[in-house]
């Protein structure tokens, strides 16, 4: 890519650009087109992306309730802390969901928040219905775009200088690192989608390409991913398959005892 293409590219990663697609999403026969039984009420755990919080999934939020699912955001302030505490702090969260909408749920995370909604599915399995990964770099957490790895750096520091809540060194090569290092390169045990896109230069596709996953490409920006119709269009049938999975089976009518010819003699 030449220095006019990755400028062009870089300025499309722009939040205020990504949000002019809002108009084209809600317009869109992917929006509109809601059944509001198709979820089963099913609970969805939302997990932005780094440092972003639970307003950018907002309208991801809207588009499930609209279609009978349960979303609930992560509560996890801008997702700019240490990996291993947050992790903590979502397990906390899914199970309290999970308690809410009687069952395991889904966990859908975009960039940062696909990575650790991957390493909650490695840790509790049995609460997780299935995985949504949207433009997660969960091949390389290190390996994304240089301006984003600069900034969470800089956290580092200022985490060293003494400000609370925030990446710390041991995120990048201490024990953090390693454990959930570890942890992401572990085989899942639930259904997965991992979502990427040839456009994104924050997390290119060789970053988010989960072997354990179903792959799928869309042609968004990083940043308008969760804004872009064809996303929808393509989890709309894979999380209703979900949803469907998820019902308890009819318990099956049992045959009544036979009468015991002794018994009315």
């Known amino acids: 890519m030449g220095v006019v293409e990755a400028a062009r590219a870089a300025a499309r990663e722009q939040v205020v650009v990504a949000m002019l697609d809002i108009p084209r999403l809600i317009t869109h026969p992917a929006w509109r087109g809601a059944d509001p039984d198709e979820g089963r009420g099913l609970g969805v755990l939302l997990v932005p992306g780094f440092g972003f919080g639970d307003l950018s999934l907002r309208l991801t ?9 349960v979303p609930a955001g992560a509560h996890i302030g801008l997702n700019i802390g240490c990996t291993t505490q947050l992790v903590d702090r979502l397990e906390r969260r899914l199970q309290a969901h999970a ?3 009687g ?9 940062r928040g696909g990575g650790l909604a991957r390493l909650l599915a ?11 990964m949207v433009g997660s770099p969960v091949l390389d957490t290190l390996g994304a775009h240089p301006s984003v790895v600069r900034v969470a750096r ?6 060293a200088a003494g400000l609370p809540g925030l990446l710390d060194e041991d995120c990048f090569a201490g024990s953090c690192y390693e454990t959930n290092s570890e942890a992401m390169a572990r085989p ?7 979502v990427f896109s040839p456009n994104d230069v924050i997390a290119p596709p060789k970053l988010c390409a989960d072997p354990c ?5 869309v042609r968004s920006t990083h940043t308008g991913m969760a804004l872009d119709p064809e996303l929808y269009e393509l989890l709309a049938p894979r999380l209703a398959a979900w949803a469907r999975e998820a019902e308890p089976a009819t318990e099956v009518e049992r045959a009544p005892e ?5 018994s009315t003699a």
Not at 154 to 159: G, K, T, V
Not at 188 to 194: G, I
Not at 213 to 217: M, S
Request: hydrophobic letters at 45%.
């Open 154 to 159: 800089m956290l580092a520091r200022l985490s």
């Open 122 to 132: 490695v840790r509790r399995p049995e609460l997780v219905r299935g995985l949504v």
């Open 99 to 101: 308690e809410e909408t």
């Open 188 to 194: 899942l045990e639930v259904p997965a989608v991992a």
């Open 258 to 262: 036979p009468v015991s010819l002794a």
């Open 61 to 69: 939020g809207t588009w499930l309730r609209n279609r009978g699912y």
């Open 213 to 217: 996953a179903e792959c799928v490409e």
């Open 103 to 111: 069952g395991p749920v889904v966990l859908f995370g975009q960039s």
